[in-house]
């Protein structure tokens, strides 16, 4: 897995994973579900999650779906330092290449 992140103190952020294709997804083509652990300092945080292909140096390519996916994740609770949100993406059809 290779990782690219952009950060800016005060600004948003873009971080990329870059997982590699295996025979073992030709059964299952479609992304079913998404967990992302998240930690937001802020009351309520967006983000728009995008999925691109990889070019010949494993780096973000084309996209593998054109259209926003908005979240909103919630601020942690002193209690609850990490949320885990699932995101279902079936009826995207989006596609593992």
Known sequence: ?????????DYPVMHSNY???KKDYDATP??????L??????KSAIFNLRFYTADKDGKP??????????YEVKKA???????????I???LKVVFL
């Open 1 to 9: 897995m290779t990782h690219y992140v952009a950060m800016a103190e």
């Open 37 to 42: 652990i998240t930690n937001s300092e802020v």
């Open 89 to 91: 993406l079936s009826s």
């Open 61 to 70: 390519g084309d996209f593998l779906y054109d259209e926003n996916i908005i």
């Open 77 to 87: 609770s002193t209690q609850i330092l990490l949320i885990c949100l699932t995101i």
């Open 19 to 21: 997982y590699p294709y």
């Open 30 to 35: 479609y992304f079913k579900t998404l967990k």
